[in-house]
T-cell receptor
Framework: KAGVTQTPRYLIKTRGQQVTLSCSPISGHRSVSWYQQTPGQGLQFLFEYFSETQRNKGNFPGRFSGRQFSNSRSEMNVSTLELGDSALYLC?????????????FGPGTRLLVL | AQSVTQLDSHVSVSEGTPVLLRCNYSSSYSPSLFWYVQHPNKGLQLLLKYTSAATLVKGINGFEAEFKKSETSFHLTKPSAHMSDAAEYFCALPYGGSQGNLIFGKGTKLSVKP
C-alpha cells in the first residue's frame, strides 16, 4: 500500500505570497492532519480534517487554512507568507480519528520564505 | 494539561552499545504513547505505539519501550546500536478526549560512533 505523499517536496516563496501544499493520504484513510516543524518550535499541530470537516485546529493564525476533498486528499494554504513560516510541513493520515489511532506521516514539504 | 518531555536533546553512543532515550509525559487521560524516528530530510516513521495492551512494547528495528505509569515514563531502548540508528527520535502523546492530534517532545538526536 502506498504511503502518504506530499507535493511539492520543496518550495521557495517570497514574503507576502501565498502557497498551497497538497497531501494524499494512505488509501482508505479518512483523517488527515497537518504539522509544522521548525528548529525553534519543534513539531506543532496545525489542523485535522476528517470526512471533509475540520475537527481540530492548533494555535496558528488565520493565514493558515486547509481543506479536505471527498477523496480524502487535503490541501493547506498559507496566505501572506512571513519569514517565520519557513518550515517543514508534514501531513499525516490515519484510518479514523481519535487518540487511539496511529498517524502515518508523509515526507513533508520544505518551504523556504525569502 | 497534556505534555511530553524528552529529557535529553542529544545522546551519543558507540556502535554495539545500548541505547536509552528518555521520555516523560503528563496526561489527564489514559494515554496512548508513540515513538517516531526522523532521518535527515525525511518524514516521521513510526517506531512503536503503546495503547494499554501491554506495558512492554516492541517496535521495528529492535527498539522497544516500557510504559511505567507510576513514573509517567515511556523510555525507548535498544540493546545494540547500529550506525543506521543515527537520527532524531520523537516521543508523542495524543491531545486527548476525542482528539487524536499529537503533542510531540522536542526530540532527541541520537549519534552513533563507529
Amino acid at each position: 500500500k502506498a504511503g502518504v505523499t506530499q507535493t511539492p517536496r520543496y518550495l521557495i516563496k517570497t514574503r507576502g505570497q501565498q502557497v498551497t501544499l497538497s497531501c494524499s493520504p494512505i488509501s482508505g484513510h479518512r483523517s488527515v492532519s497537518w504539522y509544522q516543524q521548525t528548529p525553534g518550535q519543534g513539531l506543532q499541530f496545525l489542523f485535522e480534517y476528517f470526512s471533509e470537516t475540520q475537527r481540530n485546529k492548533g494555535n496558528f493564525p488565520g493565514r493558515f487554512s486547509g481543506r479536505q476533498f471527498s477523496n480524502s486528499r487535503s490541501e493547506m494554504n498559507v496566505s501572506t507568507l512571513e519569514l517565520g513560516d519557513s518550515a517543514l510541513y508534514l501531513c499525516a493520515s490515519s484510518s479514523r480519528t481519535g487518540p487511539q489511532e496511529t498517524q502515518y506521516f508523509g515526507p513533508g514539504t520544505r518551504l523556504l520564505v525569502l | 494539561a497534556q505534555s511530553v518531555t524528552q529529557l535529553d536533546s542529544h545522546v551519543s553512543v558507540s556502535e554495539g552499545t545500548p541505547v536509552l532515550l528518555r521520555c516523560n509525559y503528563s496526561s489527564s487521560y489514559s494515554p496512548s504513547l508513540f515513538w517516531y524516528v526522523q532521518h535527515p530530510n525525511k518524514g516521521l516513521q513510526l517506531l512503536l505505539k503503546y495503547t494499554s495492551a501491554a506495558t512492554l512494547v516492541k517496535g521495528i528495528n529492535g527498539f522497544e519501550a516500557e510504559f511505567k505509569k507510576s513514573e509517567t515514563s515511556f523510555h525507548l531502548t535498544k540493546p545494540s546500536a547500529h550506525m543506521s540508528d543515527a537520527a532524531e527520535y520523537f516521543c508523542a502523546l495524543p491531545y486527548g478526549g476525542s482528539q487524536g492530534n499529537l503533542i510531540f517532545g522536542k526530540g532527541t538526536k541520537l549519534s552513533v560512533k563507529p
